[in-house]
């Protein structure tokens, strides 16, 4: 099973602030996906990513969102302006082609003051 | 609307006694439909993918059904160990994804 990293584990940060949180990959999979469960809700799609470009994209993943592979390897998530709304588990995961299962990193548990 | 319904919520079963979880869905254009299990506080850990009605897949002590409208988790003789949180996800059209709620499962030794 393809393994996923992901930095920070627990991301505390003033409401306003930036944040950038980050997935490494230990495998060659090329579809990426950004998902968050706040807690005691369900997991929500934000987007997904492939070829160095977005392909599908929710409701959530909004202005203040953005997405980028920076190096070819990492696979970030920034967050513009945090809001206490943001708070929330932030889980990378990865799929070998569009439509198959899709492994899941331990996740940023992101708090927002 | 697009949505998945997982049932029950919750269930709590003693060691060894089987039972199923739902998962209902109303999506157009299913693509694929995934069975996770989910322990507090780590991500989703893949469990089995269905692509079409009256395929079946088989793990351990988990059996995974799907039809046109639900998919079924069996589970034989569970252990204490089986105890966590099973979600079922949807992909539909071009790349979208829903996740039920999941279902809390206790097993109790």
């Known amino acids: 099973e393809p393994e996923v990293t992901q930095t920070p584990s627990h991301q505390v940060t003033q409401m306003g602030q930036e944040v950038i949180l980050r997935c490494v990959p230990i495998?060659?999979?090329?579809?990426f996906y950004w998902y968050r469960q706040i807690l005691g809700q369900k997991v929500e799609f934000l987007v997904s990513?492939?070829?160095?470009?977005?392909?599908?994209k929710s409701e959530i993943f909004d202005d203040q969102f953005s997405v980028e592979r920076p190096d070819g390897s990492n696979f970030t998530l920034k967050i513009r302006s945090t809001k206490l709304e943001d708070s929330a588990m932030y889980f990378c995961?990865?799929?070998?082609?569009?439509?198959?299962?899709?492994?899941f990193g331990p996740g940023t548990r992101l708090t927002v003051l | 609307e697009d949505q998945v319904t997982q049932s029950p919520e919750a269930l709590r079963l003693q060691e060894g006694e089987s039972s199923s979880l739902n998962c209902s869905y109303t999506?157009?254009?299913?693509?694929?439909l995934f069975w996770y299990r989910q322990d507090p506080g780590k991500g989703p850990e893949f469990l089995f993918t269905?692509?079409?009605a009256g395929e079946e897949k088989e793990k351990e002590r988990l059996k995974a059904t799907l039809t046109k409208k639900e998919s079924f988790l069996h589970i034989t003789a569970p252990k204490p160990e089986d105890s966590a949180t099973y979600l079922c996800?949807?992909?539909?059209?071009?790349?979208?994804?829903?996740f039920g709620k999941g279902t809390r499962l206790h097993i109790l030794p």
């Open positions: 995961a990865i799929a070998p082609a569009a439509g198959n299962e899709q492994f």
């Open positions: 495998s060659n999979h090329l579809y």
């Open positions: 999506v157009s254009g299913l693509r694929g």
């Open positions: 996800a949807v992909l539909y059209r071009d790349d979208k994804i829903i």
């Open positions: 269905l692509y079409s």
């Open positions: 990513f492939y070829n160095n470009e977005i392909s599908e």
